[in-house]
């Protein structure tokens, strides 16, 4: 599979973390492991990339954080989502199907009359 | 409120890194990469560690604001609330705060507001500091800071190397004859560039141009804003003729509503220039202002203005004479100007007194919440927390105090308006402007932090656990606490100083209303008249003939005069004059000498005494032999050894010497007198202008329509104004200075109670404090009178050191009013020794009150207390 461009990547990253974070809170390495075995590492992320995208989230109040343990006894930084992440996630949910589906029924089409 | 620990940006960051490379790490090495390996691939896989750090640690610095931000107004929020709770428990005390500084943000305002109309933006402009009058000065005659002769302005608009713009103004009070009942006007004829010296511009229309001068003047007219709304406040009024004095003018334009100078003219209209204008006849008549061109300082026009007279004067070594600049701005506010800057200067100190009271209340009361602050700072509150919070408080207190000042202030002017206004016309246009209301929040801002700040400080200072020892009652030593000390010796002695200024004032009225000003006002009414012109000069003779003569056979007339400048009326006419038979000293200026034209029994009706001949008879006419009336001064200055009597002198035509009356105040009490000619109007007989005047038991209120109908019936044309008393003429000539006293008295008293409560409130609390120690000394034997001793004692002290202080702050601070005094010095050792008794007795007073609470204490009370 192809890597698709840095735009689109971009523009994604936000929704996958949000969708990572839906079911509950993780660390960056956490949820870098989760989007890579769900899409077969097809996405190739710069895995760093994540922490930004992160804090830019807290400071829009989508996550929140803190400082716990994990299950091997190390400390880690756990990002839950906040209900204004969740509200957030159902948008971006919801405008990503529109545009997948109408993309669908464009490549899908076929000439008038054929 | 303390706030939460703050994480550590640096150590979060590089530990969540560390965290994810780790695990990464671990993860390519349970996959079988050797160490080395698995290290390269979890970089790689994580991408630029630094760059991802930076952008990781800017967010995390942006959200750290945002949150400190939020903490801040939240703390604000909180702080207003509880600050809020705080001042409406007590409402007692925080009453007493507001009113005392509403008090001083008040005066403040008001006083500015005037100085604010009468001297920051007098016609409405800002930057007039460049505009100045231009002053003729003739030592040996002696006359300084005259008007100019048209000439001289003429040739001053020619020197565009010193002034941007150079004008002059004369007035004169024409008739307007064609609407309605003919009024006369005040009207100014102005020449050169006059407008462009103030950079004005008109509200309807055009300025007419300097060339419309020439030729004799062109018959245009400016209307005054004011006079133009009297008129129907009609926008189709340019291009329209009005008759003055018979002749048509076409308005041109109306200048705007601030652009009133010289003060109370109704309308402008250009001088005419004939060429007897350019020859200089020594008529000093024209007032002439400038505006100087950036760049020369005062030192360099005054070298170029001597040149300019070197120049036109050739001669003007041998009189001395030369000319001056003065300051527009100060000149055109005149005696208001030191007058307002010392009421600026007084109402400042009791806006200090009133912050110094504030700040001694507010230190009894911080102490007296020392508890309450002890238990918030054992609390965690930082000590930023807590000076942050008793600023709150107090800003909130002036903000309440700054709110009601402004009422106030608005109120003091109205009322100041209201007496005041009609004695000073530059009042008028006094009101509140952005301004104004700017210095009103500075006022209020400073007076918050200044007596806000020391009881912070002490509160800030508060040690929680000396705080909570010391049991519910928080105490202050005042013998201790040097905070309170100096406020109450601010208070006495800035309350020294305004005690000085009013007593200097006081005196100052006292010497000039005793002031003989050379004629007997009481009982004298004036009135104005204007005949309109022109007029056959025999046609006017009879007229002020006909209209004397009805008015002297008037009922309960005494007497009945007229002349055409009269004293205490701000006109005056002079000129030179040269004596008959006197060679002529040509090394030595012209003789010089006030020229009054007058009629009928005018110094009778004045109370002017003859001391020598007759005065002017019925008999003196035009083709009688020409006399003059002189003045005692021109008789002692020119005529030292010898009878005046008989002697020619000529200052127009000659006129024969028959008589001396009494030197008389031409402008002000207590100015330096002038050597004075009368000539009678039966030959001097050019002047349509004249002031009446009429001695006469009966109220104004009588004589003014009874003055009326005989002009009426004289000739309808006639208009009559001005019904003023000589005694409120008199009376108006003292108006800024009677205006400097009553507010300094007011603002003495203001003060002097504020220092008293001062120094009782003060006392009071130290004397609640010390009860037990009173209680154990009277246990102990003392006397009661030795207890009582003790505290007068300690207040006198404060009063004495606040004595001190005032006495040095009131030597520097007199000097502020030298130019508002007459007769008393500003070290006038009277007043100052007055002022510290006064003061001395109010500390004793203040204290014994206290002193005698101290010593109602029961021993057994106060002992059980402890």
């Known amino acids: 599979m192809p890597v698709p461009s840095v735009g689109l990547l971009q523009g994604s990253l936000d929704i996958l973390i949000l969708k990572t974070l839906s079911w509950r809170p993780l660390h960056g390495f956490g949820i870098a492991r989760w989007i890579r075995q769900v899409t ?10 994540l922490y930004p995208a992160l804090y830019r989230m807290e400071n829009r109040g989508w996550v929140r954080t803190e400082w716990r343990l994990t299950e091997n006894n190390r400390r880690a930084r756990y990002y839950r989502l906040t209900p204004a992440g969740r509200r957030q996630l159902a948008a971006e949910t919801n405008e990503w199907e529109t545009f997948v589906r109408t993309m669908r029924k464009v490549l899908r089409a076929v000439p008038e009359g054929a | ?96 705060v507001v009113a005392t500084l509403a008090l001083g943000i008040g005066a403040n305002t008001a006083i500015f507001s005037a100085v604010n109309a009468v001297l920051l933006r007098p016609l409405g402009a800002t930057n007039l500091d460049r505009v ?11 006359l300084y800071e005259t008007a100019l002769d048209p000439s001289e302005t003429l040739q001053l608009t020619q020197r565009t190397e010193m002034f941007e713009a150079v004008g002059g103004t004369a007035t004169r009070n024409p008739v307007l004859t064609d609407m309605g009942e003919p009024r006369r006007l005040a009207a100014a004829r102005t020449l050169g560039g006059f407008f462009d010296v103030f950079g004005a511009t008109p509200y309807l229309g055009r300025i007419y141009r300097p060339e419309e001068s020439e030729g004799g003047g062109h018959r245009v007219a400016l209307l005054a804003y004011d006079f133009w709304r009297q008129l129907g406040a009609d926008s189709g009024i340019v291009g329209r003729t009005i008759r003055l004095n018979a002749e048509s003018f076409e308005v041109v334009g109306v200048m705007g509503p601030d652009f009133r100078y010289p003060r109370g003219v109704q309308l402008w209209s250009p001088f005419p220039i004939t060429d007897q204008t350019r020859i200089n006849q020594g008529r000093l008549y024209l007032a002439t202002v400038a505006r100087v061109r950036p760049g020369i300082g005062e030192a360099q026009l005054r070298s170029r203005l001597d040149a300019f007279t070197l120049e036109t004067h050739p001669g003007n070594q041998l009189s001395g004479f030369y000319m001056t600049s003065r300051d527009f701005v100060s000149e055109f506010a005149g005696e208001l100007r030191p007058a307002l800057l010392a009421l600026l200067g007084a109402v400042g100190l009791v806006l200090l007194i009133a912050c110094a009271n504030v700040a001694s209340l507010q230190l009894v009361r911080t102490t007296g919440r020392s508890r309450e602050l002890a238990v918030r700072a054992a609390l965690g509150a ?31 002017l109205k009322v100041l308006e209201w007496r005041g206004a009609a004695q000073l016309p530059a009042l008028g246009s006094v009101g509140f402007d952005p301004r104004v209301l700017g210095f009103a929040a500075l006022a209020t801002v400073t007076s918050g932090i200044l007596f806000g700040l020391a009881p912070a400080w002490r509160g800030a200072r508060t040690d929680p656990q000396q705080g909570l020892k010391e049991g519910s009652r928080g105490t202050l030593s005042v013998r201790k606490s040097r905070l309170l000390q100096g406020s109450v010796v601010v208070q006495v002695a800035l309350t020294l100083v305004l005690l000085l200024g009013s007593s200097l004032m006081i005196q100052t009225l006292a ?35 006909e209209l004397l003569g009805r008015l002297r056979r008037t009922a309960g007339v005494e007497a009945v005069g007229m002349i055409s400048e009269l004293p205490f009326s701000g006109s005056n006419d002079s000129s030179p004059f040269s004596i008959r038979g006197r060679a002529a000293d040509s090394t030595g200026p012209a003789l010089h000498a006030n020229l009054h034209t007058v009629g009928g029994g005018y110094f009778a009706a004045m109370g002017i005494p003859l001391l020598k001949g007759r005065a002017f008879a019925d008999a003196d006419r035009k083709e009688t032999l020409w006399v003059a009336v002189i003045d005692e001064q021109l008789a002692r200055q020119y005529f030292p050894n010898e009878d005046p009597i008989g002697r020619v002198i000529n200052q127009g035509p000659d006129a024969t010497i028959v008589g ?14 002038k050597a004075t000619v009368y000539y009678p109007y039966s030959q001097h007989d050019w002047y349509a202008n004249m002031y009446l005047t009429v001695r006469t038991s009966l109220p104004m209120a009588a ?52 220092a008293v409560l001062g120094l009782y409130g003060i006392l009071s609390y130290a004397v609640s404090q010390r009860a037990p120690e009173f209680g154990i000394r009277v246990a102990l034997g003392a006397r009661p009178a030795q207890v009582r001793r003790m505290v007068v004692r300690e207040g006198l002290g404060l009063g004495v050191a606040g004595i001190a202080v005032g006495l040095v702050v009131a030597l520097v601070a007199a000097r502020g009013l030298t130019a508002l005094l007459f007769g008393v010095s500003p070290r006038d050792p009277a007043s100052y020794l007055g002022a510290a008794a006064m003061l001395a007795v109010v500390a004793v007073v203040a204290s014994y009150l206290p002193a005698r609470r101290a010593t109602r ?10």
């Open chain 2, 660 to 673: 001396v009356v009494g030197t008389v105040s031409q402008g002000a009490l207590g100015e330096a007198r």
């Open chain 2, 382 to 412: 930082g000590n930023r927390a807590i000076v942050r919070q008793l600023l709150v408080e107090n800003l909130l207190l002036a903000l309440a105090g700054g709110l009601l000042g402004v009422a106030a202030g608005w109120g003091i």
């Open chain 2, 703 to 754: 004589v003014f329509p009874v003055i009326r109908r005989v002009v009426a019936e004289v000739n309808p044309r006639v208009p009559v104004f001005e019904a003023t008393t000589m005694t409120e003429r008199v009376n108006a000539s003292l108006a800024p200075r009677r205006l400097a006293m009553t507010v300094l008295v007011g603002l003495a008293a203001v003060s002097l109670g504020l």
């Open chain 2, 1 to 96: 409120m303390s706030e939460p620990p703050r994480p550590n940006v640096e150590a979060d960051v590089a530990d969540e890194i560390e965290f994810h490379l780790a695990e990464l790490i671990q993860e390519y090495r349970a996959a079988g990469h050797p160490p080395e390996e698995a290290r390269a691939l979890a970089l790689r896989r994580f991408g630029e560690t630094r760059r991802v750090a930076r952008a990781m640690r800017k967010l995390a610095h942006r959200r750290e604001q945002t949150l400190r931000r939020q903490d801040w107004i939240e703390g604000l929020g909180r702080d207003l609330r509880f600050a809020l709770r705080q001042l409406t428990r007590r409402p007692g005390f925080t009453a007493v």
């Open chain 2, 132 to 142: 100045v009058f231009l002053h003729d000065n003739i030592p040996a005659l002696p």
């Open chain 2, 857 to 866: 204490v029961n021993p057994l009370e106060t002992l059980k207390a402890e």
């Open chain 2, 511 to 545: 010497r000039l209303l005793d002031e003989e000003p050379g004629f007997a006002a009481e009982r004298v009414h004036t009135f104005r008249l204007t005949v309109p012109t022109p007029i056959q000069q025999p046609e006017l003779t009879a007229l002020y003939d």
């Open chain 1, 40 to 49: 077969d590492d097809a996405l190739d992320l710069e895995e760093g990339t």
